[in-house]
Structures are given as structure tokens and as C-alpha cells.
């Protein structure tokens, strides 16, 4: 294990709560039996190749002889693999966030605060999805209803720029829109994909080109 502080950008999702995408980590180097239940810390994952990309940070739920068994904090189990002293990088103890830094507590404070997260996530899964899921529902009819009478296209008119590539098909055409695919067409097969919310005004214009047989 290297003695060196390092430093991190977080980058994942499972950790949510406690950090988000561009939090700015403080990782101090620790042997694996000074590692406490509730501490967060960074590793290589053990069952993938070392490179940057696997490291993982994540908070300790259980200390084994020999090892660690980690969660994220909003991941519904537990890490499938058992950290090995080989594995760790070290302890996160600072975030910094938009020129905020913050503490980052392990021990007792981190497992309440671990376990705090994890019953929130849960319960955000079991009652915000089906929630989510009759909500979207309930709003299909109108949308494929706004969607199928093009009404959007004449008080919204987004600039698209389209870029040809050729592929064993014939010409495939992508629509971006602020460096954003926003859809695809290929008219040898008739194939054709818009993304909401741009299907709204490019959609009709696909179907009736494809009904004509001409390329938009």
C-alpha cells in the first residue's frame, strides 16, 4: 500500500446521499485491520482488471478476518466479493464540493448514517417506482396524442444538425441537437428512432418520409 494521500473525483451513483458526481475525495492510505465498520473506503475492485476505472468507494458494513464486505449506501446489497488488504486503497476522510470541505466520519456516526441511507433508498425504491410507473402510464395517451398531432413542431422549432456515416446499409443520418444525439434514420431499411421529448417534432416527419419512400 502506498503511503501517499490521494486524491479523487467520485463518479458513481451508489454512494448517493453521501456523495454526488464531482465531489472531490481525500483518501489517506490505512491498513486494512485499522479499518473500522461504518468507514468509507476506496478500493480496486477484485474481480476486474487494475485500472483507474475500477475503483470503487464504498462504506464498510462488516469487518472478517482478513477482509472487508462493503456496501454503497444506496445499493440494495451488499458487494458480492470480499475485500483483501491487497484491494485497499485507503479511507476517504474529506469531500469537497463546489469549495466546501466536509468531514467524512466512519465509526459509529457512519454506520447510523449508512444505515439511515440504505432504509431511505429502500424505501424509495419499493414506494417511488410504482408510484413512477402508474404515473407514466397514465400520461402515455397524451403524450402519444401530442406527439401524433405535431402540434409542438409549430411553437417549437429546435435547430437539429445532421451528420451522414456510411455503413453496410447505405447512409445512416443522425440528428444532434447541442452535441446530443437526438435521433437516427436509415432509409434503406426504413428504420427510424427519436428521443423524447424531440420525437414531438421529428417523429411525424419520419413517418410521413417513410410512407413516401424518400429519405427526410
Known sequence: MSDAVRHYFYRGSSMLGTFKRGD?????PLPLD?????DIVA???PDQPISEETLVVHRVVRTVRGGLIVRGDSNPTRDVYMLLEEDLIGRVILAERRGKVRKIHG???GILRGAVLHNWHGL?????RPVW????SAGRPPYRWLRDSGLVGHLWRPS????EL???HGPLFLYMYRERVVAYWLPVTGRYKCYRPFDLVLLKEFQQQADAGRQP
Open 133 to 136: 410507473i402508474a404515473v407514466r
Open 24 to 28: 472531490y475525495l481525500t483518501v489517506v
Open 124 to 128: 424509495k425504491r419499493r414506494v417511488a
Open 160 to 163: 437539429f444538425t445532421r451528420i
Open 43 to 45: 478500493y480496486r475492485r
Open 166 to 168: 456510411p455503413t453496410e
Open 34 to 38: 485499522r479499518v473500522r465498520r461504518g
Open 107 to 109: 465509526g459509529l456516526p
